[in-house]
């Protein structure tokens, strides 16, 4: 393998995964940091919202799951080697 | 097809994960995984077992294994209710359950029983969601399934949401078609290999306690994305029906 296509993949991997968490990072900040707010709020509500929280988290954590997947794709199946 | 860098040193760590390694079956022409159908049968088995200890013997007050079933049942009814409403979620119970079940199995597969003690000449038993294939299939099914539900309920007329609100969506609406099986797929594969992988490199670099609450998180995240994915095929099919 071209030693300069296996750098170039390596530093790809790490960037890829390191740049897709910073987004989803900040919302999943927005949105415990919205639902602490709604249980002080509504302490009555915490099971619900709970509930919703865990979902929508699970789907901001997939955009970081794709920069995963991309880094295993440049990792372990180069298309490029 | 792998880069020689990887059978270095630097990598031996990380391949020993296995990832891309498959014990291959030759049937009838077909290369297929011989690890993955294996732990397919397993959960399969499993699942069977289960819902046959829960009716063999149906009382009207259940108690036991009946009353396990019963709230298990009740919780995916509950998915399928919250999605598609009070009027279609019946005769969806089946297929939103399935999915749930099947892949809550298969998560739980990989992550609770020790496969490692079990040698194989290449590649290693593990959860099946951690191959793309079952996780592409269990999404085209999905896709298969919400055409199906808006197609047997509008008729022709389902194409027409193509072009609302206006046709100049049309590329757009077209594209999502692809997109929602492709981002099922990602998410329920990633979530499960990333488990895997972060356990196997932990366990490779401190073999004691240390990855103990990984691996908890390993089980609680493979529940949640079993709740995910069957929560968004019912999404997808109460957005066709509706």
């Given at each position: 393998m071209d030693p300069i296509v296996s750098a170039a993949s390596v530093l790809a991997a790490g960037l890829s995964i390191g740049l897709a968490a910073i987004g989803p990072g900040i919302g999943q900040g927005t949105a415990a940091g919205q639902a602490v707010e709604g249980i002080a709020r509504q302490p009555e509500a915490e099971n619900k919202i709970r509930g919703t929280l865990l979902l929508c988290l699970a789907f901001m954590e997939a955009l970081t799951i794709y920069g995963l997947v991309v880094a295993l794709a440049l990792l372990f199946a180069n298309p490029f080697s | 097809m792998y880069p020689e860098i990887f059978y270095s040193n630097t990598f031996t760590l990380l391949s020993e994960?296995?990832?891309?390694?498959h014990f291959y079956w030759n049937l009838a022409g077909f290369l297929v995984h011989g690890q993955v159908l294996v732990v397919v049968w397993f959960v399969l088995l499993i699942l069977l077992v289960f819902s046959f200890l829960g009716t063999a013997k149906a009382d009207r007050i259940p108690h036991g294994w009946q009353n396990f079933m019963e709230a298990a049942v009740d919780f995916v009814t509950d998915i399928a209710r919250d999605q598609l409403g009070e009027s279609f979620y019946k005769e969806w119970i089946p297929f939103i359950g399935t999915l749930f079940f099947f892949i809550f199995g298969c998560n739980w597969a990989g992550a609770v029983i020790p496969w490692k003690l079990i040698e194989l000449p290449e590649g290693e038993f593990a959860a099946?969601?951690?191959d793309i294939n079952t996780t592409v299939a269990l999404a085209l099914l999905t896709s298969f399934a919400y055409f199906y539900a808006g197609i047997s309920k509008k008729g022709l007329g389902y194409f027409k949401r193509y072009v609302?609100?206006?046709?100049?969506?049309l590329p757009i609406n077209i594209l999502e078609d692809f997109t929602k099986p492709l981002s099922l797929s990602f998410r329920l594969f990633g979530n499960v290999l990333a488990d895997e992988l972060t356990v196997t490199v932990l366990t490779s670099l401190?073999?004691?306690?240390?990855?103990l609450p990984i691996m908890f998180l390993g089980v609680f995240a493979g529940s949640v994305q079993a709740l995910i994915f069957s929560t968004l095929a019912a999404a997808y099919i109460a957005e066709a029906l509706e």
């Open positions: - | 994960a296995g990832v891309g390694k099946p969601t951690n609302k609100p206006i046709p100049l969506l401190v073999p004691l306690v240390i990855p």
